[in-house]
């Protein structure tokens, strides 16, 4: 149950907050970062996180967060999702104050356990197998990509990117897919919720086909590891159908920044 007492009374508290001086600090540093680009509001929840090969990174307020985390900090570092979640809680209070809206008496929320669902549970499966297979493979897989650097170094960045990529990818489809379904299936969801959920399913289909094309190539370069590769494609498959399936749409969702 969620205690709306308990937030109206830190919430209260954290208004009446007098030492602002390092939050302050952190939103001119984060301007000065961002100075002259064009901030895109929401393109940070449906990209794929990787920053360092993002070429809308220049327009992302948390990039900038982070690119400021390491930044060398006069004193004390500044705890930023602490900072960034009082600044946050006082902004809700200041607008539920101007809308007449007192947060005491608000009814509690009763959030249902989220129950995982047949995609979500593949997904879960499958990330638990790639990463076991990833690190009983690691010396194979650092010791083909040195032979390759000292014979053709053209082959073997190609080879590192790959293996990047469906490190990168695998890790993050499971997460998106989760955001996806948690409330599709709930009694009560509005439009907003919907469309930000397919946005989520897009993330998560983006990364099957970078996963796809990246195991391919993988394949090619190590047939003797046939049964485990097509076992990933295959489940990856799987798990794109069963997300087409509830958001067969998922591919219109015009992501802010990327697909305008």
Same mark, same amino acid.
């Given at each position: 149950m969620? =205690?709306n007492q308990?937030?109206?009374?830190?919430?209260?508290?954290?208004h009446?907050?007098k030492?602002?001086?390092?939050?302050s600090?952190?939103?001119?540093?984060l301007n000065?970062l961002?100075k002259?680009?064009?901030?895109?509001?929401?393109?940070?929840n449906?990209c794929?996180?990787?920053?360092?090969?993002?070429s809308?990174? =220049?327009?992302?307020?948390?990039y900038?967060?982070e690119?400021s985390? =390491?930044?060398?900090?006069?004193?004390?570092n500044?705890d930023r999702i602490n900072?960034?979640?009082?600044l946050?809680?006082?902004?809700?209070?200041?607008?539920?104050?101007?809308m007449?809206?007192?947060?005491?008496?608000?009814?509690e929320i009763?959030?249902?356990?989220?129950q995982?669902?047949?995609?979500e549970?593949?997904?879960?499966?499958l990330?638990?197998?790639?990463?076991?297979?990833?690190?009983q493979?690691?010396?194979?897989?650092?010791?083909?990509l040195q032979?390759?650097?000292?014979t053709?170094?053209?082959r073997?960045?190609?080879?590192?990117?790959?293996i990047?990529?469906v490190e990168?990818?695998?890790?993050?489809v499971?997460?998106?897919?989760?955001?996806a379904?948690?409330?599709i299936?709930?009694n009560?969801?509005n439009?907003?919720?919907?469309?930000d959920?397919?946005?989520?399913?897009?993330?998560?289909?983006?990364?099957?086909?970078?996963c796809?094309?990246?195991?391919?190539?993988?394949?090619?370069?190590?047939p003797?590891?046939e049964?485990?590769?097509l076992?990933?494609l295959?489940q990856?498959?799987s798990?794109?159908?069963?997300?087409?399936a509830?958001?067969p749409?998922?591919m219109d969702f015009?992501?802010p920044g990327?697909?305008e």
């Amino acid at each position: 149950m969620f =205690n709306n007492q308990l937030l109206s009374s830190s919430l209260f508290n954290l208004h009446r907050m007098k030492d602002r001086s390092a939050l302050s600090a952190y939103q001119a540093q984060l301007n000065e970062l961002s100075k002259g680009e064009k901030l895109i509001s929401g393109i940070y929840n449906y990209c794929d996180r990787w920053c360092e090969r993002c070429s809308m990174a =220049n327009h992302c307020s948390i990039y900038y967060m982070e690119l400021s985390d =390491n930044q060398p900090q006069n004193g004390k570092n500044i705890d930023r999702i602490n900072e960034i979640f009082t600044l946050t809680m006082e902004m809700l209070h200041e607008i539920s104050e101007e809308m007449g809206i007192k947060l005491s008496e608000l009814p509690e929320i009763d959030i249902p356990e989220h129950q995982p669902t047949d995609v979500e549970k593949h997904a879960i499966d499958l990330d638990r197998r790639f990463h076991l297979w990833m690190v009983q493979q690691e010396s194979d897989l650092a010791h083909r990509l040195q032979l390759l650097q000292q014979t053709d170094a053209h082959r073997a960045k190609t080879l590192k990117n790959a293996i990047e990529i469906v490190e990168w990818h695998m890790n993050l489809v499971g997460p998106k897919l989760h955001r996806a379904m948690t409330v599709i299936h709930a009694n009560d969801f509005n439009e907003v919720e919907l469309l930000d959920r397919r946005g989520s399913a897009k993330v998560a289909l983006i990364s099957i086909d970078k996963c796809t094309g990246a195991f391919g190539y993988l394949l090619k370069q190590f047939p003797h590891y046939e049964t485990e590769i097509l076992g990933f494609l295959s489940q990856l498959s799987s798990i794109k159908k069963l997300l087409l399936a509830t958001f067969p749409d998922a591919m219109d969702f015009k992501r802010p920044g990327f697909d305008e």
